[in-house]
């Protein structure tokens, strides 16, 4: 697989490289200001998502927890 990705950048520790993802995602909805394209297809799962978290949504699990879960320092 080829990657434009720099040395530096795949240097970083794996925490701070899904940091990095989540702050240009962040920048990416911030610059398109809501007018990404949506295909039918994504439309449809997104209504289909929505409505199974609308039938149960006890079994959210809060973006805090799952952000401390995938940042949580690896044990060795």
Do not use: T, Y
Not at 13 to 40: M, T
Not at 43 to 59: D, K, N
Request: glycine share 2%; hydrophobic share 45%; net charge negative.
């Amino acid at each position: 697989m080829s990657s434009f990705m720099p040395p530096e950048l795949r240097a970083l520790a794996l925490a701070e490289r899904l940091q990095l993802v989540e702050d240009v995602w962040d920048s990416i909805v911030e610059d398109s200001a809501g007018n990404l394209p949506v295909s039918d297809a994504q439309r449809e799962e997104l209504r289909r998502r929505l409505a199974a978290h609308e039938g149960q949504p006890e079994q959210a699990v809060p973006w805090e927890q799952v952000r401390a879960a995938l940042f949580k320092p690896a044990a060795h």
